[in-house]
């Protein structure tokens, strides 16, 4: 378990990086239970230096139950500290793109105008990443048969909860 989703999680940093998304944080919370308490040595070998693993203190307020959430779950948050997403089960699977696409929205979307936070060339970056997800769309849309063709506008809608 601890390898396939390090794994996992370090492929999607070092794929977001290599797409131009930098100084993305990414922490780990180990679970407050004595079974994760053990076991948080091999949770911390498991994963690279860019990934923080954060172990609980036994006796302190439970991070999970404090951001009511549940110890599979990821908060994304953006770069001045809101948070802009909390996916659950089975949405927090990183084999589905629910994990990469809310990080990519979080990073390129500007909801309170200039930031000192932000990367210089952000807006180039996120400018491909659109284009990338748009030509990805028009390659899995189905072609147009027969004589009348018919084309359809695709809008991409962004949903805050």
Same mark, same amino acid.
């Given at each position: ?56 203190? *036994?006796?302190? !307020? ?6 009511? %959430? ?8 953006? /770069? ?54 748009? *030509?990805?769309? !028009? ?6 048969? %027969? ?8 809008? /991409? ?5």
């Amino acid at each position: 378990c601890f390898f396939t989703f390090s794994t996992r999680l370090e492929d999607l940093r070092v794929k977001l990086e290599n797409e131009g998304l930098v100084n993305i944080s990414y922490v780990v919370v180990n679970h407050q239970g004595t079974n994760s308490q053990r076991k948080f040595h091999l949770l911390r070998e498991s994963v690279s230096d860019y990934i923080t693993v954060y172990q609980q203190d *036994e006796h302190q !307020a439970d991070v999970w139950t404090t951001l009511n %959430g549940n110890k599979d779950d990821f908060l994304i948050y953006d /770069r001045c500290g809101r948070l802009v997403y909390h996916l659950g089960l089975p949405y927090s699977f990183l084999s589905f793109q629910y994990v990469e696409e809310s990080i990519k929205i979080a990073y390129c979307e500007n909801k309170c105008g200039n930031c000192s936070y932000t990367e210089p060339d952000i807006d180039s970056t996120c400018e491909n990443i659109t284009k990338k997800a748009v *030509e990805k769309v !028009a390659e899995i849309e189905p072609k147009p048969t %027969g004589q009348h063709s018919h084309h359809r506008n695709l809008h /991409r809608h962004r949903h805050h909860h």
